[in-house]
């Protein structure tokens, strides 16, 4: 070749070339990592575990053994049999007990504010449904002749309408078999402006609000969880699964649905699955996000599937309801869901096809995300724009 300049070009855009796919590989791999399934999961069913029973002592569940740390947490735990029911006579038994709970963890005062609001408050959680003046924006009853198989919980929040109309115009859209509900606090929250007429609108007009009057914020969010079980358990008992979800998630429902009826029966009957973290660990700096204090909690989290989004089994709800009366309050809804999964003896199962973090840096776009189960975060735009593209017969990938 005669041309040293062509040869030197040449050899950049080789080396680009080979950089491109080494980039591509190397991040595929790292993907895969950051989300480690259980051990031995996928695929088979793991014998021992799949049908929920709940021993009278926890403690072995819950890996309370040996020499007990010193932590709230742990200590309640080993202590607890039930936390005060709602019906309990005594007026504030739930308050009193969270107030006892504060007493006996020394540094208290030093805990972050939210943090200290939810231990004064954690046994207390059961709440009235909230609902707007005048007639309409019931919820209905799953009825006997049209029992949803899964039924979409979406988290939201008052003040998020956009989010809410983005999943009802997408992946939320009405389907047979599918039933959707956004769970959410009161609108008149707590110092904000008051939502209430708004959010009575949205409800006389979709009826698919559920809302209960507590504030919702984010240590708030087990009681979502909880009410949302005791609903289930009272309104609609048969639904074979539960999608738990954030109001900015994406569901691809149609291939999730496959999934769900390809599951061994005896498998799905226990199901909680998800992106599952086997191996996290409390936060330990100030100020930081998910910050536990030690001298609240000491161990590792139990496995469990990210709240973004995940599938739990419909018939699970009242051993749920059963289990998280016996297990010690925890910030985390998460975490707390994992907690109680462990305390049924049974265990979540990983699917490679949730992401509930997806990189900021990395738009969804629809030959991305087009063979996931659930993306997110994604804005009301992303989601209309990625369902708008998936719908199309013409997307090449
Ligand atoms: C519960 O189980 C733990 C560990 O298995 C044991 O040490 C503890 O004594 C038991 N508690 C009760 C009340 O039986
Ligand atoms: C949760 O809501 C209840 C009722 O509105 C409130 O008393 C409690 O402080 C809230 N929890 C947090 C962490 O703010």
């Known amino acids: 070749m005669r041309c040293p300049k062509c040869l030197l070009c040449l050899s950049a855009l080789l080396t680009l070339l080979g950089l491109k796919v080494y980039i591509e590989w190397a991040s595929q791999p790292r993907l895969s990592k950051a989300y480690p399934g259980p051990q031995g999961s996928p695929p088979g069913p793991t014998p021992a575990s799949l049908e929920p029973t709940l021993p009278a002592n926890l403690s072995a569940r819950l890996g309370l053994t040996g020499l007990l740390p010193l932590a709230s947490w742990n200590q309640q735990q080993w202590r607890l049999e039930t936390l005060p029911s709602a019906d309990s006579t005594e007026a504030g038994g739930c308050q009193a007990w969270g107030a006892a709970a504060a007493a006996e963890i020394p540094d208290f005062a030093s805990y972050p504010e939210d943090l200290r609001h939810f231990l004064l408050s954690a046994a207390c959680r059961s709440f009235p449904r909230?609902?707007?003046?005048?007639?309409?924006?019931?919820?209905?009853?799953?009825?006997?002749?049209?029992?949803?198989?899964?039924?979409?919980?979406?988290?939201?929040?008052?003040?998020?309408?956009?989010e809410r109309q983005a999943v009802r115009e997408t992946w939320g859209r009405p389907a047979p078999g599918i039933r959707l509900l956004f769970l959410l606090g009161s609108p008149v929250g707590q110092g904000g402006p008051d939502l209430g007429p708004l959010v009575a609108w949205e409800s006389h007009r979709y009826s698919d609000l559920l809302l209960w009057d507590f504030f919702d914020v984010p240590f708030n969010q087990t009681?979502?969880?909880?009410?949302?079980?005791?609903?289930?358990?009272?309104?609609?008992?048969?639904?074979?699964?539960?999608?738990?979800?954030?109001?900015?998630?994406?569901?691809?429902?149609?291939?999730?649905?496959?999934?769900?009826?390809?599951?061994?029966?005896?498998?799905?009957?226990?199901?909680?699955l998800g992106e599952v973290f086997t191996q996290a660990k409390p936060l330990r700096k100030p100020g930081g996000p998910f910050y536990v204090p030690g001298s609240f909690f000491e161990g590792d989290y139990p496995a469990y599937a990210s709240g973004g989004g995940y599938v739990i089994a419909g018939r699970l709800a009242p051993w749920l309801l059963q289990a998280a009366a016996r297990v010690a309050p925890f910030p985390f809804n998460d975490v707390y869901t994992g907690l109680c999964v462990r305390a049924l003896g049974l265990v979540p199962r990983a699917h490679p096809?949730?992401?509930?973090?997806?990189?900021?840096?990395?738009?969804?776009?629809?030959?991305?995300?087009?063979?996931?189960?659930?993306?997110?975060?994604?804005?009301?735009?992303?989601?209309?724009?990625?369902?708008?593209?998936?719908?199309d017969p013409q997307l090449q990938c």
């Open 223 to 272: 009681l979502k969880d909880l009410l949302l079980m005791d609903w289930v358990g009272r309104h609609c008992p048969d639904v074979a699964f539960v999608l738990h979800a954030q109001d900015d998630a994406f569901v691809r429902i149609p291939a999730l649905l496959e999934h769900l009826r390809g599951l061994p029966p005896a498998w799905a009957r226990g199901l909680y």
């Open 130 to 162: 909230w609902l707007p003046a005048g007639s309409g924006g019931q919820v209905a009853s799953c009825s006997a002749s049209d029992v949803p198989y899964l039924l979409l919980a979406v988290k939201s929040e008052p003040g998020r309408f956009a």
């Open 353 to 391: 096809d949730f992401h509930t973090a997806w990189p900021a840096d990395r738009t969804a776009e629809p030959c991305a995300v087009r063979d996931l189960l659930l993306v997110r975060p994604l804005s009301p735009q992303d989601s209309i724009r990625l369902w708008k593209h998936l719908q």
